[in-house]
C-alpha cells in the first residue's frame, strides 16, 4: 500500500528521467559512431547505483513518515508536529489560522444566541409568573384549573430552555459534592407537583437516607425528566403510581467518567436508583434508542403525544457528564424503570482530601 502511494506521487518523474536516459543512450550509439559502447553501458551503471541509493533512502524516510502518520491518526492530538509538519506547510498554517479565526467567529456567535434565550427566558419568566397568579382569580374551577396547566407547562417548557442552554454552554458548571439523594428526589417532585396531582398519582418513596457524589441541580433535571415522561405517557384512565427506590452495592465499579476522580471514593459503595412508573411502557424495538436524540418512539406519531425526543437525550449527555450510568428497561403495557447508578460516599460529613 505505502508502495503504491510512492508510486502515484513519483511516476511522473519516473517517466520524465526514463525519456532522457532513453534519449541521451540512443544519442550516444547513433550520433558518436566513434566511442565505445562500454563507456555508456558503464555510466548507464552508475547512474543506476545513485539513483537507487538516492530513491532508496527517499522512500525509506517516506516508508517511516507513512507508519508514524498511521499510528498518530488513531491519536485524538493535534499530529502536525509530531511529523515534522507536512509539505508546503506555511499553506497549512495559513489555512488553519483561517479555519481558527472562522470558528472563533461561530463560537462567539453561539454564545452570544445563547446569552440572548436565557435573558430572553428570564424576561418572560415575569409576566408568566404574573399570569399564573392573575389565573387563581377564575373564579370558575374548570377554566382556572385549565389556564393553569397551560402556564405550567410554558414555566416548564422554559425551565427546560435554560438548562439546555446550559448544559451547551462551554461553560458548563458542574460541582461535584455530597448531596442527599432524597434531596433530589423530593425537589423534582415539586418542580413536577401540579401535573403529578392533575393525573393523580401516588407516589411511593422506598429509599434509605444516603448521601452520593453529584451536582444536585443537574440530578434534579434528570429526574424532571424521567417524571415528566411518566406524566406524559400515562394512560388517560386507571390508576397511576411512581415509586422511588434505592438499592446500594459495595466496593468498586467501572464508570467511564469518573476515572478522574478515582482519589474521591476509595472504600466508596455504588447507589441505584430506581424510578419506576406503571404506565403504557416502552416497545422492545423502541428501548435501545430512548436516549437518542429525537427519538420520539415507533407508536408515537399520531399527534397525541406532544413530544421532541431530547428530553431524556438531554438527560443522558447530563448523567455521561457527571460519571453516573442512565438505563432504562420496561415491559410494553406494564411499567417502565430507570435506573440511576451514583457513587456513594463514607457517610455525612465525609470531606474527601
Known sequence: MIGVKWFQRKWRA??????LIMSYNLYFIFLMRTT???YLLYLDLLVLVFLTVVEGTAFFDFWKRERRKKVSLQEDELIGEAL?????????????????????????????LQDYVTKWCHEFKI??????????????????????????RMNWQM???????????????MQIRQVPLERCVRASIRNNQFFLIRKKFQIDMQMEEVTVYTDEVWLTYILDQILNNAVKYAEPEGEHHIRFRTEKTAGQAAFSRTEAFAGLFEEAFTVKLFVEDNGEGIRESD????????????????????STGMGLYLA????????????VESCYGEYTRFCIVLRA?????????
Do not use: W
Not at 84 to 110: C, M, Q, T, W, Y
Not at 127 to 152: G, H, N
Open 84 to 112: 515534522h509538519g507536512p509539505e508546503d506547510s506555511e499553506v497549512f498554517e495559513h489555512d488553519l489560522l483561517i479555519l481558527e479565526k472562522r470558528l472563533n467567529e461561530k463560537f462567539a456567535e453561539n454564545c452570544d
Open 159 to 173: 425551565n427546560m430552555m435554560m438548562q439546555g442552554c446550559r448544559l451547551q454552554s462551554p461553560l458548563f458548571d
Open 14 to 19: 519516473y517517466v520524465v528521467l526514463c525519456l
Open 36 to 38: 565505445r559502447v562500454e
Open 287 to 306: 428501548i435501545r434508542r430512548v436516549f437518542e436524540k429525537g427519538f420520539t418512539g415507533s407508536g408515537h406519531h399520531n399527534g397525541r403525544y406532544k
Open 316 to 327: 443522558g449527555r447530563i448523567a455521561e457528564r457527571l460519571g453516573h450510568e442512565l438505563s
Open 127 to 152: 409576566p408568566l409568573s404574573a399570569a399564573m397568579l392573575l389565573s387563581e382569580k377564575i373564579r370558575d374551577t374548570d377554566v382556572r384549573t385549565d389556564m393553569r396547566e397551560q402556564l405550567e
Open 345 to 353: 460516599g463514607r457517610g455525612e460529613g465525609y470531606s474527601p482530601a
